[in-house]
């Protein structure tokens, strides 16, 4: 069963046994035992809405700081590699998770049939 089908059920029994039957007890419960869990749901219920309000506060205001947050790192990253003393080589920015200029390959690469196309050639340049 859903939350809204009980609830709404408890609401209707609620409303019935109080304009009908309001001073006889069903099942050993009276109605205002009845109608006391209905209100507690109902505070609950709000209560529950008010959290998840201020948790959604709460994670804006998380996001927020965690772009504050990236800047800073951006600020000291761009420090260290503009200090003299450090610059894009030295072991801090490796420790701080960015690879040191001499770690850095060129870039530069032979495709693997470039390098069989060359063993067909003598030194001067002439076919075989």
Known sequence: MSYN????SAQK???GWGDEARDIPFG???WSGHYSGV????????RV?????ELAGARVERDVKL???GDLNRKAHYGLLGDPNYGDDCPLIARWGYTRRSDRSSGLTRPAHAAADQSSF????EAI
């Open 5 to 8: 089908y009980i609830y709404h």
């Open 13 to 15: 029994i609620s409303l």
């Open 28 to 30: 050993g419960l009276s």
């Open 39 to 46: 209100v507690a749901y109902e505070q609950a219920v709000d």
């Open 49 to 53: 809405a008010v959290l998840e309000n």
């Open 67 to 69: 772009v504050d947050l």
């Open 122 to 125: 003598v030194a001067s340049g």
